[in-house]
Every structure is written in C-alpha cells, then in structure tokens.
C-alpha cells in the first residue's frame, strides 16, 4: 500500500471515530485497530493526535468547501436545486445510528482541542455560513426566496438548525428530528409561505 493510501485509511478511520465517538474518545491505538496497522505506522504519517486531528477537519472542510464551489459553479441548479444538495449530507449522517457531523462533533469539545483544529472548526462554520448567506441572498433577490431576516442572519439559523437537529436524531433515534426542520426550512423560504 503507497503511502498516501495508508495516510487517507488512517484519516478516514479518525474522521469515524471523531463522527460516532468523538475527539476525546479517539486513540491512536482505536486507528491501529481499525485499520489493521500498528500505533507506529500513524506516528509515521501523524506525530501526534493533534497533528492528526488538525489534518481530518481540514480534509473534511476542503472536501465540503470544493462540493459547495462545485454546486456555486454549475449554471444548472436552482438554488432550490443547491439547498436540497446541502441537506444530502445531513441525511446521510441522519441515516447511521451514530454518526454526525465531524465539526457538529467537535463543537462540543471545542473548548478541549488545540488552538489548530478550533480554527479549523471555525473556517468550517465560517465557510458553510457564507456559502448559504449567498444561496439565500440571490434566491430571494431571483424572487425564489422569501427571507424572514438579512440572509446572514438566515443562514447563521439554517446552518444552526440542522446542525442541531442531526444531535438531536443522534440523541433520540429519530429522523423526524432533521426532516421536520428541513421541512420548516423549505416552507420559510417558499415565497408563498407555508
């Protein structure tokens, strides 16, 4: 196996361990374990679980980040088209018994990881916000939209929202948790209204 293959396994298994258990919870030795390797082939690639959790946010932001320019730069979606493209991930995490958001996870923890991966976070949070401020500011300036408030302000509720809402299914096993409010969503923004 190349070496950036086993870097990815190594990523990859992190990013589950941090989505279903988090940070805190997550050791070198869970990796080795679920990669089939030893604790000194992640040293190799990662020197620390710091360095290495730094790397999965900022993979898991880069990732989102390019979907979302992906969506911006594609002349066939609606914004409709764009807003039901960022639920689909939601819906996915939505669809496991434990898995949520990585950044949703981390949230929670915020205040117990190192100054690299908090920033990290906070671009990731920054970034989705932006990108819906500016879905729903020219759905509403093609008429598509209907804003209760200043689409900043709209999309800080949005992204707040859903992230919210795929805790709460996590806590409760219910799905409904997450398509009541992507439901309340799309009503709210409807121009017609409910």
Same mark, same amino acid.
């Given at each position: 196996?190349?070496?950036? /293959?086993?870097?990815?396994?190594? !990523?990859?298994?992190?990013?589950? !361990?941090?989505?279903?258990?988090? =940070?805190?919870?997550?050791? $070198? ?9 030893r604790k000194p082939s992640i040293v190799h690639h990662f020197p620390s679980?710091?360095?290495? *959790? ?5 993979? =898991? ?8 320019? *992906? ?11 764009a807003l039901e493209i960022y639920f689909g991930p939601y819906l996915d995490f939505a669809g496991t ?10 949230? *929670? ?8 991966? @908090?920033?990290?976070?906070?671009? $990731? $949070?920054?970034?989705?916000? @932006? ?6 500011? @020219? *759905? ?33 096993? /219910?799905?409904?948790?997450?398509? /009541? ?8 923004? @409807?121009?017609?209204?409910?």
């Amino acid at each position: 196996m190349t070496a950036p /293959d086993r870097r990815n396994q190594i !990523l990859d298994a992190a990013q589950e !361990l941090i989505q279903t258990r988090g =940070y805190s919870a997550m050791s $070198f030795q869970d990796i080795a374990l679920k990669v089939g390797i030893r604790k000194p082939s992640i040293v190799h690639h990662f020197p620390s679980k710091n360095a290495l *959790g730094e790397a999965v946010v900022r993979r =898991y932001r880069e990732t989102f980040a390019a979907v979302l320019a *992906g969506v911006d730069a594609d002349p066939d979606k609606t914004v409709w088209d764009a807003l039901e493209i960022y639920f689909g991930p939601y819906l996915d995490f939505a669809g496991t018994p434990d898995k949520v958001c990585l950044c949703g996870a981390l949230a *929670g923890e915020a205040m117990a990881l190192p100054v690299e991966m @908090r920033h990290e976070l906070a671009l $990731f $949070f920054e970034g989705h916000e @932006r990108w819906l401020e500016g879905i729903l500011r @020219r *759905g509403a300036d093609a008429g598509l939209f209907r804003l209760a408030d200043r689409p900043d302000k709209m999309a800080r509720f949005l992204f707040c929202a859903l992230q919210g809402a795929l805790l709460a299914k996590r806590a409760t096993g /219910d799905l409904q948790q997450l398509t /009541d409010v992507m439901d309340t969503i799309r009503a709210t923004l @409807r121009p017609g209204g409910a």
